[in-house]
């Protein structure tokens, strides 16, 4: 595990998809859980930090895709877990509907996931005071029809999911065959501009830790995004 900063952490040497860690005095928060593989390296790197598998009280899921879920079966078993994730994003994470799919030549495959269930709904403008002291709930729908971030507005970090990718070291859209909604993407771009964070943590690539508005903004612009 590696420190973003004061109780945030993230994970390292996963396959695929960023995951990442908060540390409250009743325990931790995982945000997403990559692929399949990547949990037992998750509760490893837990582990070599001093935490029990059940000191994970919540996992929050950005978005219901293999590469932010793959872990969330053997997560769950493990930890004892509540999930938590928006109500659209839930149905998938239950097995209920399959992936959404773009409606393109190149799509990937129908996919329906192991069941998990989710325990708690989030929407948009829910505030979470367990998690950090009020870690909050921003819809950034596009990528998936159920897409969510998290804000933190006290220490200004952001983490994005996959609204924009950071590879490598570099932002950019999200890959147009995986997401269902380019349009409603770029909207949420630039909704999450707006907030001028001080940190970004991302779905896929390094977290940014200085200067994060300033490059949001300018990446916004590149593709001619109103901003606020």
């Known amino acids: 595990m590696q420190q973003i900063s004061e109780n945030v952490y993230t994970f390292t040497g996963l396959p695929a998809g960023r ?19 990547a949990a037992k390296r998750i509760l490893k790197q837990l582990a070599a930090r001093g935490y029990q598998p059940k000191d994970v009280k919540r996992i929050l899921i ?3 895709h293999p590469d932010h879920v ?3 079966p053997h997560l769950k ?4 877990a509540e999930i938590w994730a928006s109500a659209l994003e839930k149905r998938v994470i239950q097995g209920e509907i399959p992936i959404p799919t773009v409606k393109a030549r190149i799509h990937p495959p129908n996919m329906t996931l192991k ?3 989710v325990e708690r709904e989030l929407a948009d403008g829910d505030t979470l005071p367990e998690i950090l002291g009020g870690l909050q709930v921003v819809a950034t729908f596009g990528h998936a ?6 804000w933190h507005p006290e220490k ?7 609204v924009i990718f950071y590879i490598p070291r570099k932002m950019r859209l999200p890959f147009a065959f995986l997401t269902v909604d380019m349009d409603e993407n770029r909207r949420s771009i630039t909704k999450i501009a707006a907030l001028e964070p001080k940190i970004i943590c991302f779905g896929h690539g390094k977290p940014i830790i200085e200067n994060a508005a300033e490059q949001l903004r300018v990446f916004a612009q590149k593709y001619g995004l109103p901003l606020n």
């Open 70 to 72: 793959g872990g969330l």
């Open 156 to 162: 200004r970090i952001l983490f994005t999911g996959d």
């Open 115 to 117: 069941p998990v269930a």
């Open 19 to 37: 995951v990442y860690g908060l540390v409250d005095s009743d325990g931790l928060t995982l945000i997403d859980t990559s692929v399949a593989p």
């Open 77 to 80: 078993e493990a930890t004892g």
């Open 145 to 150: 029809p159920g897409h969510i971030s998290f």
């Open 62 to 64: 950005t978005h219901a």
